[in-house]
Nanobody, 131 residues
């Protein structure tokens, strides 16, 4: 049984917005990097965004400036606000958690380039963007 539960997917026209939510168990939320990945039919899974416990965020270049990842510590939820959506971003979106933190200089962030570092995955939620 998946411990991460996504919600908020659906269909939207090109240029529209959607907000995904992911509820995590407290221990997972407090310990691990939380991230969003996506996978379209026939394509490889790709990273979208990640957020560390200190709130520091990481984004794939393709979504920078359009997507925002955030977290609510009281609710142990992670959100992905997606604006200016494009048809080729139609995919299953997955919430994931894992020990993927990287310490660089004086700050720590989540490495979203390595999906293998994320041990826990939600069942995924469909996002469809029509042209």
């Amino acid at each position: 049984q998946a411990q991460l539960m996504e919600s908020g997917g659906g269909s939207v026209q090109s240029g529209g917005s959607l907000r995904l939510s992911c509820v995590a168990p407290r221990y997972m939320y407090d310990t691990y990097c939380m991230a969003w990945f996506r996978q379209a039919p026939g394509k490889e899974r790709e990273a979208v965004a990640g957020i560390y416990q200190n709130g520091r965020t990481t984004y794939a270049d393709s979504v920078k400036g359009r997507f925002t990842i955030s977290r609510d510590t009281f609710k142990t939820e992670v959100y992905l606000q997606m604006d200016s959506l494009k048809p080729d971003e139609s995919a299953m979106y997955y919430c994931a958690a894992g020990r993927a933190a990287i310490e660089y200089s004086d700050f720590t962030y989540c490495d979203i380039s390595r999906a293998d570092l994320y041990n826990y995955w939600g069942q995924g939620i469909q996002v469809t963007v029509s042209s």
